[in-house]
């Protein structure tokens, strides 16, 4: 059964305060497009506003090329957004660098340049430390969060189990569907990564605990976290010689997924039905829970 990782999409730039967003409006500031070569002036020679809405052009710019799939040219003007903004201290300008390092990682993982995406989402999260702004604290968990699914991609195990840990302990609390979508899928992979490492019993736990917090959610994300979940603790403790408790795991994977029309929950439960019917094949009869032996 392949791995599941979750990518995450572009963010958008919030909002720009009224001063800034005036200047675009009255042509103080591009709307779109910044030239790029030779680069304009820095920060520290125009208006702190005038600043603030040609960073955020160019982010915009950036973000319409890359949801258009041009993620190379995405990346230059990312590039170009930290490097002329990178120094500065005000606030809405570090929003916009740590958003441009945020999105600058998604388009370099979607040219397969994760070594190049992963040192981006950690300068961001190195730059944006525990925030407590909502909006800027969902794109560090965003980066926390890819980060841990790059490491994860690249083989790099132990580090992945740890990155995940840091996902789950600093964000644990966010409340927004999207989020816990995230969340869920996160603490899947970690047991999925664990049982790969060959510790099913540090697997399991992980397992169960997904579907605790997470097996009433309706996010159509965390659904199909859920129903992978089920059939990755079935595949564990079969493994482990536990066949009654496999078939229980996959019976409750159908029981609740049986009819879903989401293609992602689908394939999982045509996988399930297929595991069950070559389990059903290798055994005799009904499989049941060994019994104790009584002590004289």
Not at 118 to 124: D, F, I, K, P, V
Not at 155 to 166: I, K, L, P
Request: aromatic share 4%; proline share 5%.
């Amino acid at each position: 059964m392949a791995t599941a990782m979750r990518r995450c999409c572009a963010i958008r730039s919030r909002p720009l305060r009224a001063d800034a967003e005036a200047a675009v409006r009255a042509g103080t500031a591009p709307e779109h497009v910044v030239p790029l070569d030779p680069p304009a002036q820095t920060h520290g020679r125009i208006p702190t506003v005038k600043a603030q809405a040609v960073a955020a052009s160019l982010s915009q710019r950036a973000h319409e090329l890359q949801q258009d799939g041009r993620h190379g040219e995405a990346i230059a003007i990312y590039e170009d957004v930290v490097r002329r903004f990178g120094e500065d201290h005000d606030p809405q300008l570090r929003d916009q660098v740590a958003l441009s390092l945020l999105n600058g990682g998604i388009a370099l993982d979607h040219l397969g340049r994760k070594r190049e995406a992963l040192a981006a989402w950690e300068e961001m999260a190195r730059r944006s430390g525990d925030p407590s702004d909502p909006w800027l604290r969902h794109c560090v968990f965003t980066s926390v969060y890819n980060r841990a699914a790059t490491l994860q991609a690249l083989g790099r195990h132990q580090q992945a189990v740890e990155a995940y840990d840091e996902v789950l302990s600093r964000f644990g609390d966010l409340a927004d569907p999207d989020d816990r979508a995230l969340l869920a899928a996160a603490m899947a992979e970690q047991g999925s990564i664990l049982a790969v490492l060959g510790r099913p019993s540090e697997a399991l736990p992980v397992y169960d605990e997904v579907l605790r917090r997470f097996g009433d959610d309706e996010h159509p994300g965390t659904q199909s976290t859920v129903a992978r979940t089920l059939l990755l603790k079935a595949a564990a403790v079969r493994r482990q010689g536990r066949p009654w408790e496999a078939d229980a795991a996959t019976a409750e994977l159908l029981r609740r997924f049986g009819g879903s029309q989401d293609p992602a929950v689908a394939e999982l439960v045509d996988y399930a039905r297929r595991d069950e019917q070559r389990a059903l094949g290798g055994s005799s009869g009904t499989r049941r829970r060994p019994k104790r032996q009584r002590s004289r």
